[in-house]
């Protein structure tokens, strides 16, 4: 296992469309978590899962924005109606709950990186 | 007030200098710290890791925490050019696996 990857790594949309984004986390890892950073700034969370179950959900996940983890596996992330203050990159990250490891925390992906014309 | 306050630089110091990174944050109740490295175009990757206040030296990366100034830093010794990335302070409320908050990030550069 290589790590948390990413699909696709950039993404080009004009605004007002749908774009979901794809997130495999390393294996057994069950929780998993979606971040937001745009330019100058650092991660801002969205929200996590927990297996399938979504744990919480930041304010800044607005009504057009859902994630979903069906089997406790991948997850992905969807934003309808793509607005221009929606482009950044968005980061996903998982972990082990209470893996007793000193070193284990929350592993990051590459990122997709969003882009509404 | 934003709950993490980063300077975000950019920092310009010469190769082998000390670096020395800081953030301050408003709310007590978080007591795991952490930076995280950030090169461009890539994904976080965490550096140093403590719990409540003190000292943790890993290699050349020292962190430290100070919870009654509510303020954290993270020193560079022997800087290299390969240390040149965006350094992200970081904290949470119940451990590893809660949210994340992080800092806005302080780019630093090391001039060869």
């Known amino acids: 296992d290589t790590g948390v990857s990413q699909d696709p790594r950039h993404k080009i949309t004009k605004r007002g469309q749908n774009v979901t984004f794809r997130c495999d986390p390393i294996?057994?890892?069950?929780?998993l978590y979606w971040y937001r950073q745009t330019l100058g700034q650092g991660p801002e969370f969205l929200t996590y899962?927990?297996?399938?179950?979504?744990?919480?959900k930041s304010r800044l996940l607005s009504d057009r924005f859902s994630a979903e983890r069906p089997k406790g596996s991948f997850s992905t992330l969807e934003i309808q109606r793509t607005e221009q203050g929606d482009s950044a990159m968005y980061l996903c990250?998982?972990?082990?709950?209470?893996?007793?490891?000193?070193?284990?925390?929350?592993?990051f992906g590459p990122g997709t990186r969003l882009t509404v014309l | 007030q934003k709950e993490v306050e980063q300077d975000p630089g950019p920092l310009s110091v010469p190769e082998g200098a000390i670096v020395s990174l800081n953030c301050t944050y408003s709310?007590?109740?978080?007591?795991?710290f952490m930076w995280y490295r950030q090169y461009s175009r890539k994904g976080p990757e965490l550096l140093m890791y403590?719990?409540?206040?003190g000292n943790k030296e890993d290699g050349r990366f020292t962190a430290q925490v100070d919870k009654s100034s509510k303020y954290i830093s993270l020193f560079i010794r022997d800087s290299q050019p390969s240390d040149s990335a965006t350094y992200l302070c970081?904290?949470?409320?119940?451990?590893?696996?809660?949210?994340?908050?992080f800092g806005k990030g302080t780019r630093l550069h090391i001039l060869p």
């Open positions: 990250a998982s972990s082990l709950t209470w893996s007793g490891r000193e070193t284990d925390t929350q592993y």
């Open positions: 294996s057994e890892h069950n929780r």
């Open positions: 899962f927990q297996n399938e179950a979504q744990l919480e």
């Open positions: 709310n007590s109740a978080f007591q795991y």
């Open positions: 403590t719990y409540s206040s």
């Open positions: 970081a904290m949470t409320v119940t451990g590893r696996d809660d949210k994340i908050i």
